[in-house]
């Protein structure tokens, strides 16, 4: 029998009552998902502590992780081990991983197809909660303005996460023109294939008028509307960690 082909009567009777999460609810266990900004908004430190929250299972601002692995790639095509070096051991007075945990998480540095080759082999090797690719421009060859030239760059991905069943975060720019504007998806750099391929994009900004960094939720497949009208406000102390507050904003209170 073809087993690339499902009934319905298959599908209602797999169906889960609980969708499994790596970070509870936001990111799916599995899949792709993004995290847009603008140029030094903080996104890589960001991800550094999300990587350092996974392989140590607590908590990702203030979201559970759910690793089953407690192991992170994280694929570097902008900074090199010597800058991640510098600001990451920053970030882990804070953080203070042990031995055995910074031992899961691994780091690799390059750009374009040799990067993504590496990082395919390496993930069908060893068992990965999170690979992070930071970040997605540097993994084109291509403009990424064309539909079709994102869709090759990402399927491979698509289809790795599904063997593998890891969950890839892709970093990518705003467009340069959003000054004024609120946070919208529409504002991502490139085609509007990024946005689709994606399970969940989030965007981290800063609000023009107060000063204060906003992580905003633009899309999540399995997320209510109300997750996604509100953006969590954050505060960065001296070693690079972020920590959240309790209120949220309104995205159409936010002004780029």
């Avoid at 073809?2 to 266990?29: G, R, T």
């Avoid at 559970?64 to 570097?76: D, F, G, I, N, Q």
């Avoid at 998806?185 to 981290?204: D, P, T």
């Avoid at 899309?219 to 969590?232: D, F, H, I, T, V």
Wanted: net charge negative.
């Amino acid at each position: 029998m073809n087993n690339h082909f499902f009934s319905a009567k298959e599908l209602l009777n797999d169906k889960k009552e609980n969708f499994e999460c790596l970070v509870e609810p936001i990111m799916p266990a599995s899949g792709l998902v993004a995290l847009v900004g603008a140029s030094d908004c903080g996104k890589s430190t960001l991800l550094r502590q999300l990587a350092a929250n996974i392989v140590k299972g607590e908590l990702f601002l203030k979201w559970e992780t759910k690793p089953r692995h407690k192991r992170v790639l994280y694929a570097s095509t902008e900074d090199d081990r010597y800058s991640v070096s510098k600001t990451f051991g920053m970030q882990n007075m804070n953080l203070d991983m042990s031995d055995e945990e910074a031992e899961r998480l691994e780091f690799v540095f390059g750009s374009g197809q040799t990067l993504c080759d590496m990082v395919f082999e390496r993930v069908e090797e060893c068992s990965y909660d999170l690979v992070i690719m930071d970040t997605f421009e540097d993994l084109c060859s291509e403009d990424i303005n064309q539909a079709h030239v994102i869709r090759k760059v990402l399927n491979p991905f698509h289809d790795i996460s599904v063997k593998c069943g890891t969950l890839f975060l892709f970093t990518n720019h705003t467009a340069k023109n959003t000054t004024g504007r609120t946070p919208d998806k529409n504002n991502i750099l490139g085609s509007q294939a990024f946005e689709s391929k994606m399970r969940l994009v989030m965007q981290l900004c800063r609000d023009k008028k107060s000063g204060r960094l906003c992580l905003c939720i633009l899309k999540g497949n399995y997320l209510p509307a109300r997750m996604k009208e509100r953006a969590l406000m954050l505060t960065v102390d001296d070693n690079l960690v972020f920590t959240h507050e309790e209120a949220t904003v309104p995205l159409e209170r936010i002004t780029l």
